[in-house]
Each structure stands twice: as C-alpha cells, then as structure tokens.
C-alpha cells in the first residue's frame, strides 16, 4: 500500500502545494497548526477538491485534475478519524461501529470482535455516544473508521482535544493498531511525542509546504531536521528491552549501547520498548564521569555536529546500532573538540524520561 | 369532521415536500434561492384572501394548473374538500419548512462529513443521520402545520368557498353560526372543539418532540 500525493490549492490568502510519498506504516504529518496538514488530509479524503494535483492509493486514482477525475468521498474507502470523534449521537456505539459495513462492498472487512477487543470498547457497546468520555468516544470513533475496512486510515490529530492522562490511555492502543493491522495510516499531529513514538515515515510541514520527508528514524535523529521540529521537541529514540525490575522501583532496560535505567516502566522482561530521549536532556562528557547522580552512561561516537546560529549545537551520536541527538552550547562543542569520530559518553538523567516517551514494540 | 380530514392529508402530503424544500434551504447555495425562499413564505405575509384568489386563479377549473389536473387525472380542487386541504397546505407551508429548516440547520454538517467518509452516498447520508436527528423539528413543523391547517379561514373561503358538508371547515362553520340568530350555542361548542384539538395538537407536539429528543441524547 502506497499513497502518493501532489496538488496545490489556494484558499483566500493562503496557498498550499504538497508532493509527498506515504508508504504503508504510519505517515506522520507534523507541522505547526496553520501549516496545512489539516487540508491535505481533506484533499485525501475527497471532503476539499484541490485546484489541481494528483492523488492516488497503489493502482486506483483518486483525483487527477487534468483527466478530471475525483472519485466522490463515500467511494474512496478511507477511514476518517476526526479531532472530536463525530459519533452519531442518535445510534449507540454498536450501530455506531458498524455504520460503514452497511456501505463497505465487499463483506471481508475487520473482524468486529477483535476490533473491539483492541481497542477495550467491548464494555460501551449499549451505550449511547452522549454518555462516552473524550477518550472513550475517540477509541470508538477509530473502531468505526477500522470497520469500514478502509484501505487508508486518515487521523487528523485523534489526540488533540484530550488530556494528558486520555492520550496516554489511547496511544497504546494507536501503537497496538500499527502492529496489528496492515491498514496505512495517515497521521496529523503537531505534537512530537505522539510521532516519534506512531511514525514510521515523517512528512514536516510548514506554510503550506513540505520541507522534508523520509523513514520516521532517520529524520527524527537528523540534526538538519532540528529546528523543524522545534529544538525543546527534538530527540531519537532508542530502541531497547526489558531487562528487570529493581527493588528500587526503576526498570533496567538494555540498549544496544549499554544498560539504561528508567523510572519504572510496567512491561515484563523481554519486551521490546522505544524510548525517546530528548536531545536537550543528553550531557556529553569526554572521559567516563566519577561520581555523577545521573544513572545512564552510555558509550557513543559522535557523528554529525551542526553548530546553529545561535549558542546551541545539536550533536549526532551513535550509540551502538541506534542514532541519538544531543543538544549543547555552541561553546561546549569547541571546547570539547567535538567532531565526527570523537569517542564520548552521553550521560542521561533516569528521570528525564517521561511515561509518555517511552513507546511500544518496535 | 371535515377539519380533521382535511389538515391530515394537508399536512401528510406537504410534508415531503416540506423536508425536501428545507433541506434545500438550509444545505445549498443556488440560483434562485432567495426567490424560491420569498415564493414559500409568500403565504405568511400575503393577505389570506389573496392567496386564496391566487389559488383559485391556478387550480380552478378554468385556471392553467386545474385544467390539466382535471384533464389528466380528474382531480379538481375548486369548490372540493380536496381544494380545502391544498389552501391549508399551502397556508400551513411556511411554517412547517420554517421549522424544519431550524432542524436541519442544528445538524453539525460534520456529522454528514463523517458519514459519507464511512461510504455513506448523500442519500443514505440524509436517511440514517440527517433525517433522524432532524425528527424532533420535523414532528414540530409538522404539528405547527396541522394546527394552522385546523384554523385556515380566508384562503380556503375564498378557494372552495363555504359548502356545508363538503367544503365548511371547522372555522368557516363557526363563522356561519354567528351569522344566523341564535347559533351562538352551536358556534360555542365548536369553539370547545377547536380549542381541545389545539390543545391536544400542543401537548402531542411536546411529547413527541421530547421523546425523540431523549432517544437522541441516550439518556
């Protein structure tokens, strides 16, 4: 499954022109609010007719302006999730949920009760939508988009209107979605954590256009990407596994690059975990440090530094098979000589992770 | 009772119409839309009596309308109980589409957005989200309609005239009452009846409209 996407439109005062590539996996589209990402997500799903472009999922076209082709919305078999849900509050959860397979043409769609079960809604089926908290209505609203057997599923910020403890209840469930199911995803968010730990392809976006696009990993450790994604926000994620729950309370995790400890974390050993670590939260030291408080050490070798244009630096590390970011002074970065090949060690406070950075399985 | 029968199949057979004009109304920009919006409240601000003329200038025997109806289905509305019943549609039409309209207008068109992205065409769409949460202001436009159909009295007098047994409606009845010495007891108790039926027409109309709004909001 591949999405390709190409168009350009103009509203009063804004003008927008995008070419991008979503393969299959979740293709995040990250942007400021009021850089368009929203409007790209309509022209997909047939809800804005752009002023000319191209728009095709695999073999079929969806919209081509010069052949003058648009397939009309309720033909495009796209799942839609929408920032507030959209239940129809006349019907209950159940009717709601199966509301696309009256239409769906074929009868193989997914399966309701594992949809159900995947999602934790088997509880709400009676209920009625008024009666639903946030999360709860936006965990049905994804179920009903799934069981209209789409063959894309769009997510315009499924997250936004919800607070933190709710985000934290649903992204399980998003991550557990992108592993079970071979449905593409289109996902709009301006939050960083929601994408480095859903994205496998980024797409960053800003004034109507696409700065830069490729494989979720790759740019989320690219220092050039740093001041797109906003440097407060920026970090690559390390892949590890559970190792074992200390006496502590904190979890140790082993990296491909060394031990990692962490507030605990509720997984049994052996599970495979993405961790985020935010670029501002890494230390580097030249010779391994005597007495430090801070719990993580790990051995890295610089690969990239990109001095900005103010006091800071971002530095790329590799650390073991996985790329890291960290962001230092400018000053620290001469007087340490840091440059590619230098050998260092990037120090990690346990606490500087947060619940929310820690991802599922990889 | 004449009345009753007349303001039913006024109210049933404007009533698709009357759904179908509001949502028109209400959901799209068209050419002509303002005319068509001044040509369905025509009735409201024009004298009744006029509308009544108007009418009986089409849809009588010898009007464009009313001779091709009698011709081609031998349907004739002048001086008829049928003809009763299309001035008080086309009395009662305003407010019903008024109604309506609010109705639809309350929809979230993002409910039908959503809809037709679950493959829903705008038929289906309109049928299974639209219609059912546009109910509660269908049956009130609805109730509104048979209620002004109940007390039209100009426009039918002048259509069909003041036929007892045929076209005498309840109103047009009360007005023969008082015209004659000592009918002021009859004309008292129709007067009863009127206000009974406005009354029951008041409370269904709550009811139902409360019903329908409970079903809705799953409580």
């Known amino acids: 499954m591949s999405l390709s996407v190409r168009f350009a439109h103009r509203f009063d005062g804004f003008a927008l022109d995008v070419a991008f590539e979503a393969p299959s996996g979740v293709t995040a589209l990250f942007g400021r609010s009021g850089s368009g990402k929203t409007t790209v997500v309509n022209a997909v799903a047939g809800l804005l007719r752009p002023d000319n472009g191209h728009l095709q999922l695999d073999e079929t076209v969806l919209f081509d302006a010069e052949r003058k082709i648009s397939v009309p919305v309720h033909q495009r078999r796209l799942g839609y999730v929408f920032q507030e849900g959209r239940l129809f509050p006349h019907l209950s959860v159940r009717q709601n949920l199966l509301y696309g397979r009256w239409f769906a043409a074929c009868g193989v769609g997914a399966d309701f009760d594992h949809v159900v079960e995947m999602l934790g809604i088997g509880d709400l089926l009676q209920r009625q939508p008024g009666r639903l908290s946030g999360g709860e209505k936006q965990r049905v609203a994804i179920g009903r988009a799934l069981l209209a057997n789409p063959r894309l599923l769009l997510m315009d910020e499924p997250l936004a209107a919800l607070d933190e403890e709710r985000k934290a209840e649903i992204l399980p469930y998003l991550e557990r979605l992108r592993v079970e199911t071979d449905v593409p995803v289109l996902y709009v968010s301006h939050s960083m954590a929601e994408v480095a730990r859903l994205a496998t392809t980024l797409v960053l976006m800003d004034a109507g256009r696409v700065i830069r696009s490729g494989p979720a990993a790759d740019m989320l450790s690219d220092p050039e990407n740093v001041p797109a994604l906003g440097v407060r926000a920026a970090g690559a994620s390390l892949n590890a596994t559970v190792a074992a729950q200390e006496e502590d309370g904190l979890t140790r995790l082993q990296a491909s690059a060394g031990p990692l400890f962490l507030p605990r974390v509720d997984a049994p050993p052996g599970t495979r975990l993405s961790i985020r670590i935010l670029a501002q939260d890494v230390i580097l030291s030249r010779a391994r440090p005597e007495g430090l408080s801070a719990l993580n050490m790990l051995p890295v070798t610089v690969t990239a530094v990109r001095l900005g244009d103010g006091p800071g630096a971002i530095i790329q590390l590799q650390a073991g098979e996985d790329l890291m970011l960290a962001r230092i002074t400018r000053r620290s970065a001469l007087a340490l000589q840091l440059e590619p090949g230098t050998e260092c060690f990037a120090i990690i406070k346990s606490v500087a992770v947060a619940q929310s950075d820690v991802g599922g399985a990889w | ?219």
């Open chain 2, 1 to 219: 009772m004449l009345s009753l029968k007349v303001s039913f199949w006024a109210t049933l057979l404007s009533l698709p119409l009357g759904v179908a004009v509001a949502y028109l109304l209400a959901r799209y920009e068209f050419w002509g839309k303002q005319a068509l919006n001044g040509l369905v409240h025509l009735p409201l601000i024009l004298p009744p009596v006029v509308t009544g003329y108007l009418l009986l200038l089409t849809f009588g025997r010898r009007g464009a309308v009313g001779a091709f109806l009698e011709q081609a289905f031998g349907l004739v509305f002048a001086f008829r109980w049928t003809g009763a019943a299309l001035a008080a549609a086309v009395m009662a039409f305003p407010l019903m589409v008024r109604a309506i309209r609010l109705a639809i207008e309350a929809v979230d068109p993002k409910l039908e957005q959503a809809a037709s992205t679950l493959g829903a065409s705008r038929p289906w769409v309109f049928a299974t989200v639209t219609l059912p949460l546009i109910l509660p202001g269908v049956i009130a436009g609805a109730i509104l309609a048979f209620a002004k159909a109940m007390g039209e009295f100009g426009a039918t007098i002048t259509f069909v005239s003041n036929i007892p047994g045929q076209t005498q409606t309840l109103p047009s009845a009360i007005y023969s009452f008082l015209q004659v010495p000592g009918g002021d007891a009859k004309a008292m108790q129709l007067v009863l009846i009127a206000v009974a039926i406005a009354l029951l027409a008041l409370v269904l109309s709550e009811w139902l409209g409360r019903a329908v709004a409970r079903r809705i909001a799953g409580s």
